[in-house]
């Protein structure tokens, strides 16, 4: 049997309004989370709902850091106000970073006085490309030899001492600077953002890169390896003056848009602050030795004693031969060609192996690739390396050798035994024979004040030019090293 319950009427108004109210209530939250300022994707856009996650801690934005850096460019007016600042730059313009010290009173004493190292790199902000950034360089470094991705522009720059661009990594610096006094250094981008993007239909947007900081301070032994702050910005580069014209157009639609559609939008900023973000996973610098030349004592050179061989250095990423073997597969045989700057001609041998290549002769290749290119891959496949124009050979002359000589029991003094370095030299100047000591000893060329030849009633004569130009080919020295007494620089004798 069902049970029916019929209301009065006055029963009856009260559900109504009862219903009525509910729906009321139901709208109105409706109303509250459709329009107004929050929607779903303002939500999105938020911090934590971003693909990059920060791994700092979430009450960092009351933190004072330790350090600041500014980059002296004006941030874009087309940025929505949940996302990141984006700052245009013109491909090889100098733009000012100021390095500014924020500490408090009595925060990190142990580098009150003392230098930090900071190091600055260009890297990518997509993670598709970060994946991939190694063959990324790689492919930039043949597209255009001889061409840094970041330089510094050393006369411009204030306060920075001892700054370096490593050869083998063409998107990184690095320089000490002392946090107590003013230092602003001035960087150059040289690569642009569409160089990375496939121009299949040309004007494509081009991809973002980071502007990254990461400073250190020394340890106990006197090398810069303990992390303090990194901080980085996002940036596009165009070509030269086409910053200045991206900016004008976003301002330009910026003017155009609403009052209320401008309020969803960042105003544009004078200049970039860098925010603070994790350290950039670089074994070299942050788990390995540090760089050449940057230990706090210098009293003699990092060389090992006995057979005057350089302390380790790391193994530069790029093999220095990379010859094309018979066993290489086609796919190997594409990447050689890539490597070498023959993309132009990687579908024309799109199935040859190694093997098919290297077959080939010198007449085959001019007249598949034409004189210029043909002569150059011929060489590139046999492997020609270029002869130096001198080579000399050096050691560094032992404490054993310097001391009093043991003798054998038949009275006969014993014999020194040297392991000599070769030089290659083809500029044929001091300035280039001065760095590539300094690279033999891992140290900063400043650090060899002059270089002198041993003449005749042990006299020194000054090496000059005229001098190395006229030195014998594969001739030995034995290298001594005397203190300079007005600074940390020492002096080098050829013997």
Not at 269 to 298: A, M, Q, R
Not at 483 to 492: G, R
Request: aromatic letters at 8%; glycine letters at 6%.
């Amino acid at each position: 049997m069902a049970w029916a319950l019929k209301l009065p009427l006055t029963d009856e108004v009260i559900e109504s309004g009862l219903v009525q109210d509910f729906d009321a209530s139901l709208s109105g939250i409706g109303q509250e989370l459709g329009a107004g300022a929050y929607s779903m994707s303002d939500v999105l856009a938020l911090p934590i709902f971003k693909q990059e996650e920060s791994n700092l801690p979430a009450d960092n934005e009351n933190k004072i850091l330790p350090f600041q850096y500014v980059l002296c460019a004006a941030t874009s007016p087309a940025i929505k106000l949940h996302d990141e600042t984006l700052t245009y730059l013109n491909q090889g313009q100098s733009y000012e970073i100021r390095m500014l010290d924020n500490r408090k009173i009595g925060e990190l004493p142990e580098i009150t006085g003392k230098m930090v190292k900071s190091i600055i790199r260009v890297v990518f902000h997509d993670r598709r490309l970060q994946y991939t950034e190694h063959q990324q360089l790689e492919g930039w470094r043949w597209n255009r030899p001889g061409d840094r991705i970041l330089a510094l522009d050393i006369p411009m720059s204030v306060g920075i001492i001892d700054p370096r661009a490593n050869p083998t990594q063409l998107n990184t610096v690095e320089f000490l600077w002392d946090p107590s006094k003013r230092t602003s250094v001035f960087i150059q981008v040289h690569c642009i953002s569409t160089e990375f993007t496939m121009r299949k239909h040309g004007g494509e947007k081009g991809v973002p890169f980071r502007i990254q900081i990461d400073t250190f301070k020394e340890n106990e032994s006197g090398e810069y390896t303990e992390h303090l702050h990194s901080a980085s910005c996002q940036v596009k580069v165009f070509k030269p003056k086409g910053a200045d014209r991206k900016q004008k157009t976003d301002r330009e639609k910026m003017e155009k848009r609403t009052p209320q559609e401008k309020e969803k939008y960042q105003p544009s900023y004078e200049t970039t602050i860098l925010t603070e973000c994790s350290p950039w996973p670089e074994v070299t610098y942050v788990n390995n030795s540090p760089s050449p030349g940057f230990n706090s004592s210098h009293n003699s050179f990092p060389v090992a004693e006995g057979n005057g061989s350089p302390s380790h250095q790391p193994e530069p990423v790029v093999p220095v031969a990379d010859n094309l073997l018979g066993t290489a597969t086609p796919q190997d045989t594409q990447q050689w060609l890539h490597r070498n700057r023959f993309s132009p001609f990687c579908r024309l041998f799109t199935n040859f192996s190694g093997a098919d290549l290297l077959k080939l002769t010198r007449e085959d290749v001019i007249q598949i690739c034409g004189p210029a290119d043909g002569i150059r891959l011929f060489n590139a496949l046999k492997g020609r390396a270029v002869r130096p124009r001198l080579t000399i050979y050096v050691c560094q002359e032992s404490q054993q050798a310097r001391e009093q000589q043991p003798k054998h029991e038949n009275g006969d003094a014993a014999s020194t035994f040297y392991v000599y370095h070769a030089i290659y030299l083809e500029e044929l100047t001091s300035t280039e024979l001065t760095e590539k000591l300094a690279q033999l000893f891992n140290i900063s060329p400043r650090q060899i004040n002059q270089i002198f030849k041993q003449g005749p009633t042990g006299i020194h004569v000054l090496v000059s030019d005229e001098m190395i130009q006229n030195f014998q080919d594969e001739v030995c020295f034995v290298l001594d090293t005397m203190k300079d007494e007005t600074s940390d620089a020492y002096h080098i004798i050829l013997k």
